[in-house]
């Protein structure tokens, strides 16, 4: 257990429609990471936050958006779905954002867009 | 950006034997290389991972090792066992910000 926690942890939903995957860190990380991960393909970096600031952006659709809370956790709202978003979305923590600084992450949520 | 490349994308070994899974890196000033083992249906968990000052590093039967004048890193599993059947994927970081993937390797040990 990495000590991040992701709910739901399945989700099905029709196209068109919106959810809100949410992410609460390790205890004492100040940083958190959002990937998709695709059938058959790699990890693919969405966006980083670090205590609240968004500090680095990958391949995000401009669907989808994130925002980290003051209490550290971090939800990815992702907004009329299609079938493509179909994947599995992991979050991941860190202490920091330094050089070197490991990322620990969660189980993830399956989403099934139908 | 940073890219990474790893090979082969399949390995199949027989119980007992060595696997070797590689990672190339484009750029030059990335310093931190995670290795992260993905079982069906969970998340990644990271089984070793080597800073740029360091040219290889053991835990059991798991190494790593890197050449930074190459730009490539190694997983090295020894003595594999049914259990290490599963997805690796190499990383690699400069500010820790954000780290590129590699494409996974789909390993299966064979009894």
């Not at chain 1, 670090?50 to 939800?75: M, T, V, W």
């Not at chain 1, 992991?90 to 949520?109: D, K, L, M, R």
């Not at chain 2, 789909?106 to 009894?111: A, D, E, K, Q």
């Amino acid at each position: 257990d990495s000590g991040v926690t992701q709910t739901p942890k399945h989700l099905i939903t029709a196209t068109g429609q919106r959810v809100t995957l949410r992410c609460s860190p390790r205890s004492g990380d100040l940083s958190v990471y959002w990937y998709q991960q695709s059938l058959d393909q790699g990890l693919q970096f969405l966006i980083q936050y670090y205590n609240g600031e968004e500090r680095a952006k990958g391949n995000i659709l401009e669907r989808f958006s994130a925002q980290q809370f003051p209490d550290l956790h971090s939800e990815l709202n992702l907004s009329s779905l299609e079938l493509g978003d179909s994947a599995l979305y992991f979050c991941a923590s860190s202490v920091e954002q330094v050089p070197g600084n490991t990322i620990y992450f969660g189980e993830g949520s399956w989403l099934t867009v139908v | 950006g940073e890219n990474v490349e790893q090979h082969p994308s399949t390995l199949s070994v027989q119980e007992g034997d060595s696997a070797v899974i590689k990672c190339t890196y484009s750029d030059s000033a990335s310093n931190y290389f995670p290795w992260y083992k993905q079982e069906l249906g969970k998340g990644p968990q990271l089984i070793i991972d080597i800073r740029s000052n360091v040219g290889e590093k053991k835990d059991q039967r798991i190494a790593v090792t890197l050449n930074k004048t190459a730009k490539h890193f190694s997983l090295h599993i020894t003595e594999t066992q049914p259990e290490d059947s599963a997805v690796y994927f190499c990383a690699a970081s400069l500010t820790g910000n954000q780290f590129y993937f590699g494409t996974g390797t789909s390993l299966t040990v064979i009894p």
